[in-house]
């Protein structure tokens, strides 16, 4: 564990703390999350393929590497027959655990204690908006016929991480300390796109002959560590440019 100094205060930067938070983002989010949105996706009859699109439209992935990952999940019609209410509510029960990992990685970006136990109402409302999140933006056909897709995406994108933040906080910290790091959240999630289009998606193919199903499984699993380490380093970053901008900008006032 390190720190790094910020203005007048300092700010815990541990490396590998955000490394074994992003393995735990990881591992919640492959098996509840990943189980919500397949089967959601499968409940609508249009989204063809369902979660597997997604996936690889989140990854960036070439067509070929696309065929791969449709290879892992059932089909819908498959996946809605195989589904029980328990199983549901399991899956609940658990991806609530996922809200508290992501809360839990925020308030040690901002020096915060843990939230009391009556407010983990707020893991269900962030879980439900981040599962109907993801099924407009990449699922429903109508956002993926708009013109200027990739612009709302990245301004959806940004509101929610900025909504993530302050909702999972309990309002701690103000709206505007925390819009740098929904921004540098969202540049992340940009630049991971373009790293696993140049990186995940040839290692997807070859792993896929390789080692068949589970090759493609631990690169799906790497890319979510990524995703993990982008979410809390993102939110790390929005700290440090909150704390230094103002320091910065005097600095620079007086040099004029």
């Known amino acids: ?26 591992a919640l989010g492959f098996l509840t999350l990943v189980p919500l ?25 070439t067509e070929a590497a696309r065929g791969d990952i449709e290879r892992l999940f059932a089909l819908p019609g498959q996946t809605l027959r195989t589904t029980t209410a328990f199983g549901l509510a399991v899956l609940a029960v658990f991806g609530l655990s996922f809200g508290a990992a992501v809360q839990s990685g925020y308030e040690k970006v901002w020096d915060l ?10 893991h269900v409302v962030w879980l439900a908006v981040l599962i109907g999140f993801l099924f407009l933006s990449a699922i429903t056909p109508l956002w993926q016929a708009a013109p200027a897709r990739g612009v709302i995406t990245v301004l959806s ?25 929904a921004v540098t959240t969202m540049a992340g999630q940009l630049g991971l796109r373009v790293f696993s289009r140049l990186v995940f998606s040839p290692l997807i193919a070859s792993s896929a002959v390789t080692y068949g199903p589970i090759g493609t499984v ?16 993102g939110a790390l970053a929005g700290r440090l440019l909150q704390d230094e901008l103002p320091r910065v900008a005097h600095a620079l006032k007086r040099r004029r």
Do not use: E, Y
């Not at 949105?37 to 996936?55: E, M, N, T, Y």
């Not at 994108?157 to 790091?181: D, E, I, K, N």
């Open 1 to 26: 564990m390190r720190r790094v100094r910020a203005g007048r205060r300092w700010v815990h930067v541990g490396n590998l703390d955000l490394w074994q938070r992003s393995l735990g983002f990881a």
């Open 37 to 61: 949105l397949i089967v959601v996706s499968a409940a609508d009859p249009a989204s063809g393929r369902g979660f597997a699109k997604w996936l690889g439209d989140g990854l960036g992935v």
């Open 113 to 122: 204690p843990p939230a009391c136990w009556w407010a983990r109402w707020r």
């Open 157 to 181: 994108g940004t509101l929610f991480f900025w909504w993530s933040q302050r909702m999972l906080l309990g309002g701690r910290v103000s709206w505007v300390a925390l819009l740098p790091g």
């Open 218 to 233: 631990l690169v799906v699993q790497s890319w979510l560590v990524g995703v993990g380490v982008v979410v809390l380093g």
